[in-house]
């Protein structure tokens, strides 16, 4: 209802200036981009970072939100695309890929936040959490996770439920059309792009691309090894993760774990 609301009545974002970083990724260089907003008349403002969910990008209505709950509180906000979200091909991510954060908080043009906190939606929550864990700079002072899926595989296997397949559709939409770039690049690919096409569930989709692609066993390998579940008790920092008994996508079940 939310994604069918926001089709009809876009949310605009708040004016912004680009950002762009970029490093040596495992298949090439790779450039994260996203929009970076600051507030008036603030000449230290803390920095949030606001990072997207599962098929998501900077243009997804709860992070144009995002940016604007921060600027009404003095803060300023980077809207940031993991790899790939912004169909530039450079590569695919992953719930676990904490690199994509460790790498933007080098970025020059951040260089004067003097302290950060890191927001991540859905699987961008998930992303956070395992960052929070081990976080690599000291800058990052508090994290926030919106509905994660603390635990991946069940968090999977919910969203592969028949009831859910509207919303997997628009997922999968999504991951379908940064692979479709990314195999345009000609860069190295896990699977053929038809086989990454024709994928129906999450399972599959984690089975023939992801795992292949970075090198897990197979989709459990990925699922067990990259959960934030069992990281959770080496969080130091002040972290609040939201959740919510009658979440449709994420399964209350592996959030009550905590």
């Known amino acids: 209802a ?20 970029t490093f040596d990724g495992h298949v ?18 803390p920095l949030i970072i606001v990072v997207h969910g599962l098929g998501g990008s900077v243009e997804s209505g709860y992070m144009k939100d995002a940016a604007w709950a921060a600027l009404r509180a003095g803060a300023a906000c980077l809207r940031i695309n993991l790899r790939g979200a912004n169909r530039n091909g450079d590569d695919i991510y992953h719930a676990g890929l904490t690199e994509d954060l460790e790498q933007l908080l080098r970025a020059e043009s ?6 950060i906190h890191i927001l991540g939606y859905s699987l961008g929550g998930h992303l ?11 800058r990052v002072v508090s994290f926030g996770a919106i ?9 999977v296997a919910h969203i592969d439920r028949r009831r859910s397949a509207p ?3 628009h997922v999968l939409r999504g991951l ?8 345009s690049r000609g860069r190295p690919l896990p699977c053929a792009p038809s086989t990454a096409a024709n994928v129906k569930t999450l399972r599959e989709w984690d089975t023939n691309v992801v795992a292949p692609h970075f090198g897990f066993a197979s989709a459990e390998h990925y699922w067990a090894s990259q959960s ?3 990281l959770l008790s080496d969080i130091t920092h002040r972290t609040l993760i939201v959740t919510a008994e009658f979440d449709p996508m994420v399964p209350y079940a592996s959030a009550a774990l905590l």
């Open 2 to 21: 939310p994604q069918a609301e926001r089709a009809f009545r876009p949310t605009a974002p708040p004016p912004g200036v680009s950002f762009r970083h």
């Open 167 to 169: 919303y997997r559709g």
């Open 128 to 138: 956070t959490l395992r960052f929070a864990a081990s976080p690599s700079d000291a």
């Open 147 to 155: 509905c994660p899926p603390v635990v991946l595989a069940p968090g």
């Open 28 to 45: 090439g260089p790779v450039t994260l981009s996203g929009q970076l907003h600051l507030p008036a008349h603030h000449e230290r403002p």
């Open 176 to 183: 379908k059309e940064i692979f479709a770039m990314y195999a």
């Open 110 to 115: 951040l260089a004067g936040f003097q302290r």
């Open 228 to 230: 934030a579940g069992p």
